[in-house]
């Protein structure tokens, strides 16, 4: 039950109030597969429309017609055919495939971790989230999910996603050197931070 999956993972999120973030970074294995979901905005209770004009930065704008208080951004390098299919058909269904099990888990837990922090009943369902796939940079092997999974994080970090209109094709996200390049960069960060913890103990 949706219960007992927040019983095993409400201390991560004891300290934190994560309806006051704008964005959620989940990272989900699932048959030895990693991708990541991206939460977006949800302390949204309605929908809330912004225009945006060519000099203006703002968080974020939405279609006007969706009535989506948030967005659930699955970014899976493995998505099936039939998940693009429905992606560029954009017969709205906001760019969802028909068996979203990670939207589920998401929405769940909000539900949950809503009535336990604010003591609230709030629905996270299809009607107020929108589960969106981009079209993302893929690996080239069996090995390098998790790599991209982490640019993945660091490219949505630096340059949040500002419009939400589908599809959305982010194939050109980043270069390939850059997830070639992680590994190294990780290696050496672990380095360093050994050296700094040995020389202060």
Known sequence: TAERRHQSVKNWTRHVDIFTKDFIFVPVNENSHWYLAVICFPWLEKAVYEDKNEQDVVPYSKTKDSASSGSVI???DRLSKTEEA???SNSGSEGKPKESHMGKVCKRYLKVECRVKKKLQREFSRSSMRELYPKIPKQNNS????LYLLQYVESFSQKPIENFETPLHL????P????RNKRE?????ILRLHVEQTKKS
């Open 74 to 76: 699955v970014f899976n």
């Open 176 to 179: 390939s050197c850059a997830v």
């Open 171 to 174: 194939e050109n996200w980043f």
């Open 143 to 146: 090995t390098d999910c998790g």
């Open 185 to 189: 960069k990780i290696r050496d960060l």
């Open 86 to 88: 429905i992606e560029d």
